[in-house]
């Protein structure tokens, strides 16, 4: 049957729905400000001469429009041919009709039962998901009927740890299918299986710096999936607006969006406005009350959710309150997995672009969030926002201001890397304990640089380079790789919980050994 399917090509156009329908019609949870202009916090961050006005925006999507990623063959529609396709008035291939997808498919809020996945259309139409083991066997489908331009199937009662392909369409009709429309259900929480975590900050600035961090990245990965995918803020500028939303996000990631699970947190410049079709909290659909793991925060502004054995924490330092804390205080008290992986935008430590000794909200989330964090046992922390590279050693207590920081709030001060001082280790595997350590790092250059003094004395590594984080989960191993746009690693370190050589959560010697990082990537080097 699929060989008589034509193939259909497909462009992330500009055109974006006057409406938005269904779920989008009810306004997402409005963190406290949102709609304000006249925020503070909106500093910045755009160094004199790196900001883009709206209509210098529009041109870059211009630019953009047919790139490679969204014109690549489809497995087409019964319904809607290409041929007599015609290019639209943003430069998007409409098929018979003028119907086209606009924006996706884009997957998100994975368990080791369910994904989410999401797509927008030209025109408003019923929504059908097939999936199934291979492109040629996608014997299961869910189908809405209810007509609309924005398309939100969950899909549930999968297999764990498994992978399925899929097609997106109409209730009639295939729009979109192929063999890398495939996606991943998570493992079992707390199942022992080797993480891959993609950390790109500040990557909303479309052009060719953000495409060489991008495909600096997949070289690097090779053919090794990425599990979980962070967005650390600031992922569309300038003020994220749906066009913005399209040129700096969907658009240049179209490809792996379609196979990778992302999970964001929201920037500054990730503006929140009112009405529907308008901001972060329409464009995502992310957990509220602990659908993926975690305790239900009941809102998007932060959340938890857990993948194998690790347990992920998305904060918003903009927005933070009283409530906030109270949850992250429960929610890392209720968690007993391996490991705790924290992220939002605005970092505790930075010498970059911004300088956390100076700015309010960086010194807030340095005091409010990191006593709290570091109680919970928390390991990573990844932000962004200063357009740097800067990365700590292995710290604790550390809540003042960079003078303050003293020898005994570094418990490690070596480099962290297996082939330099080792890696960073912490005494308990197993469950979470208190205060024995955690590495901070910003990764806010994945588009853009911003230089700065770099000269923060909690941080063993800081670089004015282009590049994103590879992060590799393996048992009672972390190890960390950045990648700078030209595809060195430029920096290296690992955490080691427990003893070592690893045991797996379970007590079996080895096993997760035998799958640390770099076991299962082939073809990755070290320049
Ligand atoms: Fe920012």
Redesign the pocket.
């Known amino acids: 049957m699929r060989t008589s399917l034509l193939a259909f090509m497909l462009i992330a156009g500009l055109i974006l729905p006057a409406q938005r329908p269904g779920r989008f019609g009810a306004a997402a949870p409005a963190p406290p400000g949102a709609g304000s202009d006249d925020d503070d916090s909106w500093d910045?961050?755009d160094e004199v001469g790196d900001r883009q006005s709206d209509d210098e925006d529009r041109d870059a999507e211009d630019e953009e429009k047919g790139d490679d990623e969204d014109g690549q063959a489809r497995t087409g529609p019964r319904g809607v041919e290409n041929r007599g396709e015609s290019l639209g008035p943003k430069g998007g291939v409409q098929g018979r009709g003028g119907l086209e997808i606009t924006r996706g498919p884009y997957l998100q809020l994975s368990t080791p039962a369910s994904v989410t996945i999401r797509w927008r259309t030209s025109q408003p139409t019923s929504s059908r998901v097939q999936y199934g083991g291979s492109p040629d066997r996608l014997e299961l489908q869910k189908t809405e009927m209810a007509a609309s331009t924005e398309h939100e199937m969950q899909l549930t009662g999968l297999s764990p740890d498994t992978r399925y392909s899929y097609s997106i369409g109409t209730s009639s009709s295939v729009l979109a299918g192929g063999p890398d429309y495939a996606f991943r259900t998570a493992p079992p929480v707390g199942s022992n299986r080797a993480v891959r975590i993609w950390m790109i900050g500040?990557s909303g600035r479309s052009g060719e710096a953000q495409q060489r961090v991008r495909d600096a990245y997949d070289a690097y990965s090779g053919a090794a999936s990425t599990d979980v995918w962070l967005l650390l803020?600031?992922n569309a500028y300038d003020t994220g607006t749906a066009p913005q939303y399209q040129a700096g996000f969907f658009q240049p990631y179209a490809t792996r969006l379609r196979s990778t699970v992302v999970w964001p947190s929201r920037?500054?410049?990730d503006q929140t406005r009112a009405g529907p079709d308008n901001d972060y909290y329409d464009f995502f659909a992310l957990p509220t009350a602990g659908e993926a793991g975690g305790t239900a925060s009941g809102t998007e502004a932060y959340y938890s959710f857990d993948f194998a054995n690790v347990h992920f924490v998305c904060l918003d330092a903009e927005r933070l309150d009283g409530r906030m804390i109270e949850w992250l205080t429960a929610d890392l008290a209720a968690t007993d997995q391996d490991w705790v992986i924290a992220y939002w935008?605005h970092p505790p430590y930075s010498k970059g672009s911004h300088d956390s000794d100076g700015d309010g909200i960086m010194t807030q989330a340095r005091r409010r969030f990191l006593p709290v964090l570091e109680a919970g046992g928390v390991d990573l922390v990844a932000c962004?926002?200063s357009h740097a590279y800067e990365r700590s050693f292995l710290l604790d207590g550390h809540y003042g201001s960079s003078a303050s920081l003293s020898r005994s709030m570094i418990l490690d001060r070596g480099d962290g890397r297996p082939d330099g001082s080792g890696p960073y280790r912490k005494p308990t595997f197993g469950r979470p304990a208190p205060h024995e350590g955690a590495v901070y790092v910003v990764v806010g250059s994945s588009s853009k640089l911003g230089g700065g003094r770099l000269d923060h004395p909690a941080h063993a590594r800081s670089l004015n380079a282009l590049g994103s984080l590879a992060v590799d989960v393996s048992g009672n191993r972390l190890e960390a790789a950045f990648v700078d746009d030209r595809g060195r690693v430029a920096d290296r370190f690992a955490i080691v919980k427990g003893k070592d050589p690893v045991s797996s959560v379970d007590g079996r010697p080895g096993e997760a050994d035998a799958r640390r990082p770099g076991a299962n990537t082939g073809g990755r080097t070290e320049r």
Do not use: P, T, Y
């Open positions: 910045d961050d500040d803020g600031d920037g500054n410049h935008h962004g926002h």
